[in-house]
């Protein structure tokens, strides 16, 4: 199968030459509507699976990297964006992780608004029966919760900022657009609504 020579040729060619090695050219996953299969974490694929999914006749390739990877049988542009070929119904809601926490609250302590040292919050204590949910668990930055301790905020006279809710996964969307992941290929950002400054 062609796709497997690619693959062993280009591990090759890293013992070889490093600075070759396609390890920096992953692949944007679109759902097939052409949106991104998840945005936190983004949708990535390694440039194998991506290669193998193509081969498989899985995905169509929507756009490639110039690196090229090459076999004694064929020379392959990397992709650098694929769209699956049959939809997947994405989840409603996001995973329970510190990091979609922290994206639901802005990257913001929600009792001062500080953008450092952040941790979380159990709104209502777990000593006082508080459970570790969206509905509970508020980001906060270190001299805030301990100030507020094991108390709930009204008994520490704290306030806070919104109410913590369970966001769904176009809520989270709508948040990220202003966070954008450090590495956007030029290729993927037809694909991704980030806010990103527009060329005169």
């Not at 090695?21 to 052409?34: E, F, I, K, R």
């Not at 690196?67 to 997947?88: F, G, T, W």
């Not at 509970?136 to 001299?143: E, F, G, K, Y």
Request: proline share 8%.
């Amino acid at each position: 199968m062609y796709y497997s020579d690619l693959i062993d040729r280009a591990i090759a060619e890293k013992h070889s030459d490093a600075a070759r090695h396609p390890d920096s050219c992953p692949a944007l996953v679109l759902n097939a509507d052409y949106t991104p299969l998840s945005y936190y974490p983004l949708s990535l694929w390694p440039w194998q699976t991506a290669i193998k999914a193509v081969f498989l006749d899985r995905v169509d390739i929507v756009s490639s990297y110039e690196r090229e990877v090459h076999s004694p049988n064929l020379d392959m542009k990397i992709p650098s964006v694929i769209a699956l070929k049959q939809y997947v119904k994405p989840s409603e809601y996001p995973a329970f992780t510190r990091f979609n926490l922290f994206l639901r609250d802005k990257f913001t302590c929600q009792y001062c608004g500080a953008t450092e040292n952040l941790t979380f919050d159990h709104v209502v204590p777990r000593r006082l029966g508080g459970k570790t949910t969206w509905q509970n668990v508020a980001t906060a930055c270190s001299p805030c919760n301990m100030k507020k301790g094991g108390r709930t905020p009204e008994q520490a006279h704290m306030r806070l900022m919104s109410p913590p809710i369970r966001p769904t996964n176009w809520q989270l969307q709508e948040r990220g657009r202003a966070f954008p992941p450090n590495y956007l290929h030029e290729t993927w950002r037809d694909w991704l609504y980030w806010d990103v400054e527009l060329e005169a």
